[in-house]
């Protein structure tokens, strides 16, 4: 492949971005392009990432000058994609035979995309949604621009590849907070996991990408990531979706940040505990008896067998993490019954000596 800015030949590489000049790929926007009109125009800048929903792009709103990060409804799956760029380099069309299956993608993108949009007064540990747009054929969801690195990537750098609980678990608690504050406004993100969490400069998670998420009364399933997501978004047999499915897929993640790993897939647990087998669920050491009895149920293969709220999840592990209550105090004549006895037993002395002393005179 030859990238069109440089000139400079290379393998197809996994993001849509040159690795020697770092410009724009086809299929991505090239960086400059602009989107929108009058107060909502934005400038697209590099790519950040790639997805199976479309790519996402570093970008600057025109009007206020501050950095937000653009997703850009263009489908894929694996080698395969849904969507193809017009000569223009812009507008997006519809892969051959994929027509009806753009468009309907392209109408819930663009639902998702009014929804996330609201997110826009929620606390520090949520993605800010900022717009949406429809244009050039397809859909546009404006975000908050978030600097820092996924949580995956931050784990994984490190020289153990881990994170110990007593680091992870307070980074985790305002995390839990923003995602109560998701679920009162009736939606489910759906994809919690190392890759959409990030790790921000001052130590603080916040996530990111909803291109997954849902109203909680709407269907859920079809979207399915091993080791992170529940068994109910694969199937409805053991039940619908619903905020108890983000439970899971939050207790996944961290204990992916815990073990450096994916837990072992809600299938392949489903699969053993059916046949009457352990469940393959592994808890490392480092957590506690208690700790660990509260991934279980965070965890659990069924819904009904798990937390329902993140509330139930954070304040069982809160309940979980804190010190033991300080023994009750001794009482004072507990305290000092040794001297209490040697006392008693000197006075005892001196009395029987002066009765002694009495009946000898």
């Given amino acids: 492949m030859k990238c069109p800015k440089c000139g400079r030949e290379f393998d197809t590489p996994a993001q849509p971005v040159c690795p020697h ?3 724009n790929l086809p299929p991505a926007l090239p960086v400059g392009t602009v989107i929108g009109s009058g107060d909502a125009t934005y400038w697209v800048g590099g790519v950040l990432g790639q997805g199976g929903f479309g790519i996402t792009y570093r970008g600057t709103d025109k ?3 501050q950095e937000v990060a653009i997703k850009e409804y263009f489908p894929s799956r694996g080698n395969h994609r849904w969507a193809e760029r017009d000569k223009d380099g812009v507008t997006v069309y519809a892969a051959n035979r994929t027509e009806d299956a753009y468009n309907q993608g392209r109408m819930s993108f663009l639902k998702e995309a009014k929804m996330v949009a609201k997110l826009d007064n929620g606390p520090a540990s949520i993605v800010k949604g900022v717009d949406y747009l429809e244009a050039n054929g397809t859909a546009y969801l404006i975000l908050g621009f978030i600097s820092g690195q996924p949580l995956y990537k931050a784990v994984r750098a490190r020289p153990d590849g881990k994170m110990a609980p007593q680091e992870l678990f307070p980074k985790m608690l305002p995390l839990m907070d923003g995602i109560t504050w998701i679920h009162s406004k009736g939606m489910v993100h759906r994809d919690i996991c190392p890759d959409n969490i990030m790790l921000m400069p001052n130590g603080e998670l916040c996530l990111t990408d909803f291109g997954s998420a849902r109203p909680v009364d709407k269907a859920m399933t079809g979207f399915f990531k091993p080791g992170y997501a529940p068994i109910e978004q694969a199937t409805t047999v053991l039940g619908p979706a619903g905020f108890y499915s983000d439970v899971y897929t939050l207790a996944a993640s961290m204990l992916f940040c815990l073990t450096g790993s994916a837990p072992t897939d809600c299938s392949e647990r489903l699969s053993a505990t059916t046949q009457g087998q352990p469940d393959p669920l592994f808890l490392p050491d480092c957590l506690t008896e208690a700790q660990k009895a509260v991934f279980r149920k965070a965890l659990a293969i069924r819904p009904t067998d798990r937390y ?4 139930e999840f954070k304040n069982a592990l ?7 209550p300080p023994p009750p105090p001794v009482p004072w004549y507990v305290k000092y019954r040794g001297q209490l006895i040697a ?3 000197a006075a005892v002395a001196v009395l029987a ?6 009946a000898t005179s």
């Fill in 353 to 358: 000596a002066a009765i002694g002393l009495i």
């Fill in 308 to 311: 329902q709220t993140m509330a």
């Fill in 21 to 23: 000049c770092g410009a």
């Fill in 318 to 324: 809160l309940s979980a993490i804190a010190p033991p």
């Fill in 63 to 65: 009007r206020t000058k």
């Fill in 343 to 345: 006392g008693v037993i």
